[in-house]
């Protein structure tokens, strides 16, 4: 019959680390051990435990500060755009023709929220002056109210070469937009503003600051419109 093989008395390196984690107030214990203990560093040298805690520290509060930086940032461009907004919805409200309520779309979208490049395109015709030099047969826009447009009345995101030619020319090199079906059952027309940025308008945008300049813009379309005569252009 053989006999029992002896158990091992070998400490391995797995044994050390279960132990530490069952004990993790072991070096608080035995403080001395941190000043002997050392770690290789980047540069080849070794530097202490304690040393690169410290630096470890160092790196995450380094960390936390560009993340408090970047939301404040962002805290403060987002009030910005909030201030854009409840000044064009002011002056949208007060606006005393078709003329002053263009020039505040390309005031405020372009200038204040710094986008780069605004088109109102209306597919309806009136007496109007103003809105009459927008109109375009709405079969030219077809394709991108399919497409686009059929099941929302809001599209962010990018377009493609054929599509974005309607709404902006190659100089503006607009690389994502943000189109808005104007009138909803009436379908008056189509407010499109892009951006540089390709990142600027994504799919899952929030339209919170969009619908009430929405509202206000169909019902001044529809007031400063002769219904009359207005008529869609095929």
Request: charged residues 25%; proline residues 3%; contains cysteine.
């Amino acid at each position: 019959m053989s006999e029992a093989q002896p158990e091992s008395n070998t400490i391995t390196e797995a044994d050390v680390l279960a132990y530490l984690n069952e004990h993790p107030d072991f070096l608080n214990n035995h403080p001395e051990l941190l000043s002997k203990m050392e770690l290789a560093h980047y540069n080849g040298g070794t530097i202490s435990l304690v040393e690169r805690q410290l630096q470890i520290l160092r790196n995450k509060t380094s960390m936390q500060e560009k993340d408090i930086a970047k939301l404040i940032a962002t805290a403060k461009h987002n009030e910005h755009i909030y201030k854009a907004f409840m000044n064009l919805y002011m002056s949208l409200i007060e606006c005393p023709d078709s003329e002053q309520m263009i020039y505040l779309l390309r005031a405020i979208l372009l200038e204040q929220i710094e986008l780069d490049g605004m088109k109102l395109v209306l597919f309806i015709a009136s007496s109007d002056e103003h809105t009459a030099k927008l109109v375009e047969p709405r079969n030219l826009y077809q394709d991108v109210l399919v497409s686009r447009l059929a099941k929302d009345d809001y599209y962010f995101g990018r377009l493609k070469k054929q599509e974005q030619a309607l709404f902006f020319n190659e100089e503006q090199a607009i690389k994502s937009v943000a189109l808005i079906r104007l009138g909803g059952q009436k379908d008056m027309g189509i407010l499109a503003f892009g951006s540089i940025d390709e990142q600027h308008f994504q799919g899952d945008m929030d339209t919170l600051f969009l619908a009430p300049m929405v509202k206000l813009i169909n019902r001044l379309l529809l007031d400063f419109s002769t219904d009359e005569k207005a008529v869609e252009l095929a």
